[in-house]
């Protein structure tokens, strides 16, 4: 038989998505995976079910359906403080997933280098390998997950296409601020360096935290790829609607990419979801609330019980740590989490370059009795699980 491709052999299937699969299969709370369990806004739903019976069951113009780019175009214009070409500067792609590796496919040969922060969102490192790129990692240090800004540089003098900025951070929360953007945007500009962005958690942020779009930093539009999507904003994970927002010249050649590797995102659900891009403020301001008041009501639980965490600043994920229980293997602990303790999590060595086992993530995004559940499970961690 002859062998298959050499490029899938430098990564495993997704450890966040395989965790899903496990908590199903004990029955756990499953807070692995990062999706919400309760519902998209209705009036989302009740456009969906009219789509049903119109006319939107054949492919949307590849590059995503006008109407949903003249809306997404205005509720970005406002957020990034410039004037975006729903005709130009935008793509509408199968998730930010998508969004993401259409980008680093735009931007980099194969051989190139590429900025990541580590810890980083699992999907870089394989869309770094697919796309024939190469990782140079970056530490973000605890508790606030800053950088060094000499080992920033000592990785852009290694003469990188791209940085991958994931703001705010998935895993660890961070919200870069307006100085540490400024840092980065002036070493892109020093060493003339394209940034990606996955900003898929504009819209969760707490207070007194702000986000800052990258492509907004003075001369940063020119060299900033954006990637988002609408699943976290609208908590609609399972439509797969994502998009880039670029200048024209880089667009042109991400609808290529993009058109060849999927043609084009669902067209029913490209047009229900027009309902949520042209919600109003205080849409927003009911997201952060609801989820400000979820952090908080985990977070007490998770102190109550007395484990160390981070506190996320935005998004929706917290790290634990789990030293007191002496696992080597942070993948085998949360195998018997999912088992013993009945609460479903992500290993933290998936999302580390550096040698890290010690920690586990877990999300926010559910139901406050959700929620609850898994705290009452996880009161009884120190019973369930045997300490090494
Ligand atoms: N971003 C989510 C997480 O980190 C998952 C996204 C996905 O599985 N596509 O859990």
Aim: net charge negative; hydrophobic share 40%; proline share 5%.
């Amino acid at each position: 038989m002859p062998t298959l491709s050499k490029r899938t052999e430098g990564f495993t299937d997704s450890v966040i998505r395989r965790m899903t699969r496990i908590s199903n299969q004990y029955g756990a709370v499953n807070l692995s995976q990062g999706f919400p369990d309760f519902e998209p806004p209705r009036e989302l739903l009740e456009r969906l079910a009219e789509v049903t019976r119109e006319d939107f069951h054949q492919y949307s113009i590849t590059w995503g359906a006008q109407n949903f780019r003249e809306a997404l175009a205005e509720k970005q214009s406002k957020l990034m403080g410039r004037n975006i070409d729903p005709n130009g500067e935008i793509v509408v792609t199968c998730g930010s997933t998508e969004a993401m590796m259409a980008a680093m496919m735009t931007v980099t040969n194969p051989g190139d280098k590429v900025v990541v922060f580590s810890p980083f969102y699992e999907n870089y490192g394989a869309d770094t390998i697919l796309s024939g790129a190469e990782p140079i990692y970056v530490p973000l240090y605890p508790p606030e997950f800053n950088f060094n800004v000499d080992e920033l540089e000592a990785a852009f003098k290694q003469n990188p296409k791209a940085l991958i900025l994931c703001n705010p951070s998935n895993p660890c929360g961070k919200v870069f601020t307006y100085d540490e953007l400024k840092i980065i945007a002036d070493l892109a500009q020093k060493y003339d360096t394209f940034v990606i962005t996955d900003e898929v958690y504009e819209h969760i942020v707490y207070e007194p935290y702000k986000h800052t779009y990258f492509a907004s930093l003075p001369g940063m539009w020119e060299r900033t790829i954006s990637c988002s999507s609408l699943s976290k904003t609208y908590s609609i994970t399972g439509w797969r609607l994502g998009y880039i927002i670029a200048p024209k010249h880089i667009i042109e050649v991400a609808k290529k990419v993009h058109d060849f590797l999927t043609v084009g995102a669902a067209a029913p659900l490209q047009e229900a979801a027009v309902k949520g891009l042209r919600f109003g403020d205080d849409y927003y301001r009911d997201l952060q609330a609801k989820y400000t008041e979820k952090r908080d009501l985990f977070l007490k639980g998770l102190d109550d019980i007395g484990i160390v965490h981070t506190v996320p600043q935005g998004a929706y994920y917290i790290l634990l740590d789990i030293s007191e229980f002496g696992y080597k293997s942070d993948l085998e602990f949360c195998e018997v989490l999912a088992r013993d303790v009945g609460v479903g999590a992500v290993p933290g060595s998936s999302f580390f370059r550096e040698d890290v086992n010690h920690l586990i993530r877990l999300h926010f995004a559910k139901k406050n009795e959700t929620l609850s559940e898994a705290l009452n499970r996880l009161e009884h961690i120190r019973k369930k699980i045997v300490k090494r």
